[in-house]
Structure formats: structure tokens, C-alpha cells
């Protein structure tokens, strides 16, 4: 299996590790890959081929003045929905250069040309750090008259990638993780990592979700149980340790 061929996987098992009021959410996540004939070893990331909220889907579209019926085509020779583009195949959540450099060009939007200016870096990167696609659209309406355009500047949605924190030996059939719960708020806006989100607000237990195993050849654990270990993992949680 792999992020083109992955494997829909049922949520077996969902809890919250953080207590209802602390202001860090994580999850502990439990796929069922029993009789798939997947595999993993300890190191080993489970790869998660996520989509986009619908509810942002449903509004993007509103302020591009889109039905999501029209015909687009996303790198494929075969064409989808414009609806489809943007839940499975497309980032909608982030900003970057080319971006807002395509939009620019495309509406004469002279605030974002002159933010694109070399000695305007800076700036640039604060504008980009906490906006996405539906921030341009209000802030700049009327821009995208081809659907084909907004496609087009997008970047890939691409799958997300988590350390696997159970142990083949121990969980037989099972492939756990834990998540940090992305959310912020920013312009007006509650916001949130697409993956997270949706394993936090839109996925329930006994959902089937595609995911896959990314090898982790650089990390192995010693053949002999006996070695000792030293680990150090800033920034990566209790996934590795567990």
C-alpha cells in the first residue's frame, strides 16, 4: 500500500489524552489493518491521505461564485469536479508565493504585487503565515472567473505523516497513533490543520480512512533487547516512546 494505493482503513478506536479543559488536544487513534496484509516496524510513520472541511469547501466556493459542478482537471488526464478538486486534491488552508503571485497577476491587485516585492520579504512571509485561499477571496473578490485558474495556483494536498505509536508484537492487527490537535485562531477566523481536524471533528469510530505505512529505514531498533538506548525526540511527542 502507499499514498496512491492506500488501503481504507476502519477507526477501531478514538479517545482524547488531554483533559476537556486544557488548552492542547491530543488524540489517540487506533486503525484496524487486520487481514490487509500490511506491515510496519517500530520507527515506521503511518501516512494519512487526508481532505479538506467541507464546510471551507462549501464557502470557497460561495465567495468564488462556483456551483463545484464545473470541470477541472488536477494533474490527471481524466477530469473531476471542482468540488472534488478542492476537498481531495488540492491545499486550501495555506497561502504561499506562487499563490498569491498567480492571484495578483490574474485580479491587478496592486496591495498584493507591491507585497511581492523583493524588500518586502517580511512582510510577505507575515501576510502568508496564518491566511489561506479563502482569506484572498474575500479580501479580493472577483478575481477567478476560470475555475480551471484557481486550480491551477494551488498546491497538492498532500498526505500527512505520523509516527506509529503502537508495536506490531503487542498490537496485533492494529496501527495506533497520536495526534496533536492543530487549531488557532487568526483574522476573525477559528482555523485548524486539515488532518487533525478531521480526525478531531469529522471522523468517528468504525469510519474507513485511507492510510499507509512510509518506512522509516533510518531508524531501527536494535536486534538485541538487551542493548541499551538513549532516545531523544524534541518536538515529536510520546509516539516513539510508546
Known sequence: FT???????????????????????????????????????????????????????????????????????????????????????????????????????????TKLLDLLAPEHKAQLESYVYDRGLIDLLLEFPGVIEDPSDLVAMLPKLTPRLYSISSSPAAHAGEVHTTVAVVRFHAHNRERGGVCSTLFADRASVSDRLPIYIQSNKSFRLPTDSCAPIIMIGPGTGIAPFR
Open 3 to 109: 499514498r496512491n494505493n492506500p488501503v481504507f482503513a476502519p477507526v477501531v478506536d478514538k479517545k482524547h489524552l488531554t483533559h476537556k479543559e486544557s488548552s492542547k488536544a491530543t488524540l489517540h487513534l487506533a486503525f484496524s489493518i487486520e487481514g490487509t496484509g500490511m506491515t510496519y516496524e517500530a520507527g515506521d510513520a503511518c501516512g494519512v491521505i487526508p481532505k479538506n472541511d467541507l464546510n471551507l469547501v462549501a464557502e470557497v466556493l460561495q465567495c468564488a461564485r462556483f456551483n463545484g459542478n464545473e470541470q477541472v482537471t488536477c494533474g490527471k488526464p481524466e477530469t473531476t469536479t471542482l468540488h472534488d478538486a478542492l476537498t481531495h486534491h488540492r491545499q486550501i488552508t495555506r497561502l504561499n508565493r506562487k499563490i498569491l503571485t498567480d492571484y495578483a497577476k490574474l485580479g491587478h491587485c
